[in-house]
């Protein structure tokens, strides 16, 4: 039915002496054979004046130039771009009905994205081998109007990532040539894409793009500074904390596709990157510096506040998780206590754990959760006021302190016995 729908609007267009195209996203993902979520289209020979006349119940928005709302798509007429100033939004647009789709294409960012489907014949427009890089898997810059919008740095690592594809060299210089606009770039932009980068198998393409363009310095400082602190080789013999991060958290999406907890993953260790160099390669104290580092990266790309605190529980949890089984019983309630009443929770901290102790894509076993998820259900403190016959906040907190610790004992010292007997 919409395809229908979609005709008979191209046809409308074509009897006005104009013509509509299939653009950019869309063409892409259905070479690619990708579930094809949003639909954008061109118009060309036409005014925004006879567009509107056509059809005066299409939603319009935009300042700088009219996009048009209908079907649930996106339409918007042919354009040319430039540029009289630095930023994102330093453009004088050029609408008119005499500008050529082979014009709208010349304005992209990457070749990709530079290709149109014409709507009634399919014909395909191609002017700078848009597929044959998608059949390459290469990113590759549509022309030189590509380094006038400083986002396309970030757009292009985003793509990199989620499309698994490597960026080709002049690209990548055009990319470092850009470095001295991103900061004119709103937070909220880069966080966008950002966003994207985490939501794919591998974020590490995102930074690793950034890092290949000498720019990942600008808006994530803090993963920089990773670069080149080593590690202990016995513990990751990976390499420096930059690379250790890059595992953790491509580990991540094997394991969820919550973006918080991935990006738990990703900043677990950020104080690592700020640990002195007489100490190294040591990194004693990283976790509290961690959480400082969190909370800078997060304000300066305004990262959602549930997502920081994910990330701050991650930088000063995730070591005491990982030797939970050498914890005192003590320590092993606090821990969990913690844990749960953070936003990461016990199964986000797991996460972030085996995400951190895998090695060559096996993952450890870990069961801090399921022993907290039992000590806690069954130590609460109606037990407590049952139990003891107590009514007093702080005489209850103590109980429960004591009793959830008695109860850990007694648990993991029968989960022993049960995986004795097992081996025997």
């Not at 056509?54 to 339409?75: Q, T, W």
């Not at 104080?271 to 997060?298: A, C, M, Q, S």
């Amino acid at each position: 039915m919409k395809d229908n729908k979609i005709k008979e609007i191209a046809n409308k267009i074509k009897n006005a002496g104009g013509n509509l195209y299939l653009v950019g996203g869309a063409i892409r993902d259905k070479i690619l054979e990708k579930k094809v979520v949003d639909c954008d289209y061109c118009v060309t020979g036409l005014s925004s004046y006879e567009f509107e006349k056509l059809f005066p119940n299409a939603h319009i928005r935009g300042k700088s130039f009219p996009v048009y709302d209908m079907e649930n798509c996106e339409f918007a007429l042919a354009r040319k771009e430039r540029k009289l100033k630095e930023g994102h939004k330093g453009f004088e647009i050029n609408a008119n009905k005499e500008i050529t789709i082979e014009e709208d294409l010349a304005r992209r960012d990457i070749t990709i994205n530079s290709i149109a489907e014409e709507v009634l014949t399919g014909k395909i427009i191609d002017p700078f081998n848009g597929i044959a890089d998608i059949k390459n898997k290469i990113i590759r810059k549509t022309t030189d109007a590509f380094s006038e919008d400083p986002l396309r740095v970030y757009r292009v690592a985003r793509f990199a990532s989620t499309l698994e594809f490597n960026v080709e060299k002049e690209t990548l210089e055009a990319m470092e040539s850009l470095k001295h606009e991103l900061t004119t770039l709103s937070k909220e932009r880069v966080f966008i894409e950002l966003k994207k980068a985490l939501g794919s198998n591998e974020p590490s393409i995102f930074f690793n793009v950034l890092r290949q363009a000498n720019v990942l310095d600008v808006h994530f400082k803090e993963i920089y500074n990773l670069i080149g602190k080593i590690q202990p080789e016995k513990y990751h013999p990976e390499g420096d904390s930059y690379n250790h991060t890059m595992i953790v958290v491509d580990n991540s999406s094997q394991l969820t596709d919550d973006l918080q907890i991935k990006f738990a993953c990703l900043v677990h260790d950020l104080g690592k990157g700020n640990t002195p160099e007489n100490i190294l390669p040591h990194h004693y104290g990283h976790e509290e510096r961690g959480v400082v580092l969190v909370n800078e990266l997060g304000k300066r790309l305004g990262i959602p506040n549930n997502w920081i605190k994910c990330g701050k529980t991650a930088c000063k949890l995730h070591m005491k998780a990982g030797i939970f089984e050498k914890m005192t019983p003590s320590k092993q309630v606090e821990l969990i206590e913690m844990a749960s009443k953070s936003i990461l929770g016990l199964d986000g901290l797991k996460i972030v754990v085996m995400c951190d102790k895998a090695r060559n894509g096996i993952f450890p076993k870990v069961n801090f959760d399921k022993i907290g998820k039992e000590v806690l259900n069954n130590i609460t403190g109606d037990y407590i006021k049952e139990k003891y016959k107590i009514e007093d906040g702080i005489q209850i907190k103590n109980r429960l302190r004591e009793e959830r610790i008695k109860y850990l004992k007694n648990l993991i010292n029968s989960t022993n016995l049960i995986m004795n007997n097992s081996n025997e």
